[in-house]
């Protein structure tokens, strides 16, 4: 195999918003370096969670599935840098990998998409939510028990091609994704922050790198954006604490106003019956300690067998 002559080398999923966000840290690295955009290359890598389209994640080993093979070749030095969508990164990176830099973080929030209503609460009686993530079924379930929640895994251009095909009643997607892919049409009701509380680092780009590799470092710390960047460490701190997983609903988000930090956080049961909420602030330098704190709380609120 010919070697490489790229300047870097970004090792991405293939799907069509993996694609769309590692364009765009290609288009950010190549203006802070003044180098050609043709500089960087562009290394699709198949994941796990792509392979396996049949079972929700959770059944099959967690987020850490859209992740594993893309860390594996940073590790074996295949690529440079690895550009994730940040909600799912697995809660702790592998040893001689480090999360170095966070581009600015696209709208956080959740939409509702239906043909049959205009929002959550208008949903018919036991109308069918398809949704993959169990914080979204949880979120759906606690305000709406009648619903009947079914795994609903793909693309989004996937998932809105089912829903239009009528295999469900309405979905829930990311702001954040159709944004970035134009498909914000489809979107019937955008769901606020306090009645639909995002996924840890939900909207954020995680840009990966090996913790030896202070070239690379380098080059990304132009391109980090501090106030998405601490938010998101702020959440991760959270999840951490929680050991969070896509086996457990799990919301955390944290935002910034000067040097002010704010964080929400919530942990459920997958069947909405019960849920606890904890709120936290302080200066922004202490984001890790914040979010560690916060999921400390929830955890002793929660009690021992909450997750089971």
């Known amino acids: 195999m010919a070697q490489s002559t790229a300047l870097l080398r970004i090792g991405t999923r293939g799907s069509p918003l993996a694609l769309v966000q590692a364009r765009m840290v290609r288009a950010h690295l190549a203006a802070a370096h003044s180098v050609s955009e043709d500089d960087i290359e562009l290394v699709i890598i198949r994941t796990s969670g792509d392979a396996i389209q049949d079972r929700p994640l959770a059944e099959v080993g967690g987020k850490g599935l859209f992740t594993k093979e893309i860390e594996e070749a940073l590790l074996s030095s295949r690529i440079d840098l690895a550009v994730h969508s940040g909600k799912d990164m697995p809660t702790f990176s592998q040893p001689g990998l480090m999360l170095v830099a966070c581009p600015e973080r696209e709208d956080p929030r959740d939409v509702f998409i239906s043909?049959?209503?205009?929002?959550?609460?208008?949903?018919p009686q036991g109308a069918t939510l398809g949704t993959a993530s169990l914080r979204r079924q949880a979120i759906a379930k606690r305000a709406r028990p009648d619903l009947n929640v079914v795994s609903f895994r793909g693309n989004v251009e996937t998932r809105l091609r089912k829903l239009a095909e009528g295999e469900v009643d309405a979905t829930l997607l990311a702001l954040a994704g159709m944004n970035r892919l134009g498909l914000t049409q489809h979107a019937t009701h955008v769901m606020s922050i306090?009645?639909?509380?995002?996924?840890?680092?939900q909207g954020a780009i995680g840009i990966e790198a090996r913790e030896s590799d202070t070239r690379t470092r380098d080059m990304l710390t132009r391109i980090n954006h501090a106030d998405t960047f601490t938010a998101v460490a702020c959440e991760r701190a959270f999840l951490a604490e929680l050991d969070g997983s896509c086996k457990t609903p799990i919301g955390g988000h944290a935002t910034l106003e000067g040097n002010a930090l704010h964080f929400r956080g919530l942990i459920a049961r997958p069947d909405g019956a019960a849920a606890h909420d904890v709120a936290g602030s302080g200066n922004r330098k202490d984001a890790v300690a914040i979010g560690t704190e916060a999921g400390r709380e929830l955890k002793a609120r929660a009690g021992a067998g909450f997750f089971d």
């Open 115 to 123: 043909p049959k209503a205009a929002s959550l609460a208008d949903l």
């Open 194 to 201: 306090d009645e639909f509380l995002p996924a840890v680092a």
